[in-house]
């Protein structure tokens, strides 16, 4: 259980705020890269409470700035592009593409030197366009080469799930939460008789223990099942502080969990696909790959799509509220994962309150920035290597 004030510090994101600060020492997954193209070149998007855009400069290069003109507020959605900038479309200033003003029609004494308009780094890889809104623009942490994003041996795609209305923490502790994909998943699928079923059946099996250990990425997570097969299955690491990497079947997953603001979420799904599926095999780490909008999950007057896991999930998310009231919480043993992640991002917050650097689920400088993988270490529970040992 947290306190209200607690459960403030770990859950606001906005310009300022503690946990807000500490994301924002981390690269946040925009959009897909092929989004932005010469025809449709603009985007809005809005992070952590900020309104961003996004340009496609003429040369192909991609930028993001504030939205708004720092002359009177205007979106520069509407504004023209041009060879070396883009200019408001209410009073015609100009800012070159890193932010700087160079031109102020019908000023007679011109300042555009103390005009610029704030610009962030950005990076693209598998697919995925990200951003960096930290306090050090000019010298931004190295961008993690998760595996799912890299590798160019098998077809990787991406999906954009519905923005989630709900706070971004009661979506990443779900992956802390190792048990509840018993009942969410498993149980549902059985006793509704829907087409998760299958998929299901894997954590439909009596769960004999559990446990948690922190990592340099977050937090690794073990499960035990018993019953007629019985396995240990070894999860990836929760990634902190808000990426998902799981199997889901053949299929190699990130789910980026995005904060749009305090009260809703962005998700953004990236799946490396066998090798002999329908799919083409991206020609190169930083090459577009194809995106799906995904059909919406929320069916309105509280009821939703329960058909697969993500409307599942959805559904226990937002019905939590939308900041979940974690003082009201009763807590058990199942929960030490959860637990365990909240402790770490709390520290974490008080680092950057320090003015320190996180230290966890960070990709270290002098490693030549190495792809970063993970394995499924699921074993048959009488797997000789495991005998004489608890696991």
């Not at 990426?243 to 990236?270: C, Q, S």
Request: hydrophobic letters at 35%; proline letters at 9%; charged letters at 25%.
């Amino acid at each position: 259980m947290l306190s209200k004030e607690q459960n403030e510090r770990l859950t606001r994101v906005g310009p300022g705020t503690p946990c807000g600060e500490l994301l924002r020492r981390y690269w946040q997954a925009l959009c897909p890269s092929g989004e932005l193209t010469a025809e449709k070149p603009k985007r809005r998007i809005r992070v952590m409470g900020e309104d961003l855009i996004l340009l496609r400069a003429p040369d192909g290069e991609v930028v993001c700035m504030e939205e708004r003109c720092p002359h009177r507020q205007a979106s520069f959605y509407f504004g023209f592009l041009e060879e070396d900038g883009i200019r408001c479309c209410y009073h015609g200033w100009k800012y070159r593409f890193d932010g700087q003003c160079i031109e102020q029609p019908f000023e007679p004494k011109k300042f555009c030197e103390r005009v610029r308009a704030r610009t962030f780094p950005v990076q693209k890889l598998g697919g995925i366009l990200f951003v960096y809104m930290g306090p050090h623009p000019e010298h931004p942490p190295i961008l993690p080469r998760w595996d799912v994003l890299v590798r160019c041996d098998r077809p990787r795609i991406i999906n954009m799930f519905p923005d989630h209305n709900c706070n971004w923490l009661q979506i990443q502790e779900n992956t802390a939460d190792s048990v509840h994909t018993y009942y969410t998943h498993g149980h549902m699928s059985a006793v509704l008789n829907l087409p998760a079923q299958y998929q299901g059946s894997f954590f439909y099996r009596p769960i004999l223990d559990y446990d948690w250990k922190p990592s340099p990425w977050g937090v690794e997570k073990t499960l035990v099942y018993g019953g007629d097969r019985p396995e240990i299955e070894i999860r990836p690491p929760l990634i902190f502080p808000n990426i998902l990497r799981i199997p889901e079947g053949p299929v190699e997953a990130l789910h980026f969990r995005i904060p749009i603001d305090d009260e809703r979420t962005r998700i953004i799904w990236v799946g490396l696909l066998p090798e002999n599926a329908k799919a083409p095999k991206p020609e190169s780490e930083n090459a577009d790959v194809p995106f799906t909008y995904v059909a919406e999950t929320a069916l309105g007057n509280g009821e939703y799509d329960l058909s697969d896991f993500y409307g599942q999930d959805r559904a226990v998310w937002e019905t939590m509220g939308v900041v979940a009231d974690r003082s009201k919480e009763t807590l058990g043993a199942t929960d030490r994962g959860v637990v365990m992640y909240r402790r770490m991002l709390a520290e974490q917050i008080d680092r950057v309150a320090r003015g320190e650097e996180p230290n966890v689920g960070i990709a270290r400088e002098g490693e030549n920035n190495p792809m970063i993988e993970f394995v499924s270490a699921t074993k048959p529970w009488r797997d000789e290597r495991f005998v004489g040992s608890k696991y």
